[in-house]
Nanobody
Framework: QVQLVESGGGLVQPGGSLSLSCAAS????????MGWYRQAPGKQRELVAG???????DYVDSVKGRFTISRDNAKNTMYPQMNSLKPEDTAVYYC???????????????WGQGTQVTVSS
């Protein structure tokens, strides 16, 4: 079994910051790319940041300069850092990872359960 768990969400004031994590556990051979997604009420889930296994990152324009993601492959963990938060950042944030299990030829997308981030004064 493979599990992704997001942690570190919560309530923060506009302009504040959150340090989050996404930890993968279980039977894992290799984690390739990882994604940081969010879904606001009534909106589609969107990719806000992605990171390759080698640490190459990309961000949606709306979070560039504010969000930073990194990863520790030895710990199978990604670390989203979200700064200068705005009310429009309020959403459930999800971790996604492309994972190859042992003795499996295919990569499969796994999703975390989501963590609520609320930006409000």
């Amino acid at each position: 079994q493979v599990q992704l768990v997001e942690s570190g969400g919560g309530l923060v004031q506009p302009g504040g910051s959150l340090s989050l994590s996404c930890a993968a556990s279980g039977s894992i051979f290799r984690i390739n790319r990882m994604g940081w997604y969010r879904q606001a009420p009534g909106k589609q889930r969107e990719l806000v940041a992605g990171i390759s296994r080698g640490g190459i990152t990309d961000y949606v324009d709306s979070v560039k300069g504010r969000f930073t993601i990194s990863r520790d492959n030895a710990k199978n963990t990604m670390y989203p850092q979200m700064n200068s938060l705005k009310p429009e950042d309020t959403a459930v944030y999800y971790c996604n990872a492309g994972i190859i299990k042992p003795f499996d030829w295919n990569e499969f997308d796994y999703w975390g359960q989501g963590t609520q981030v609320t930006v409000s004064s």
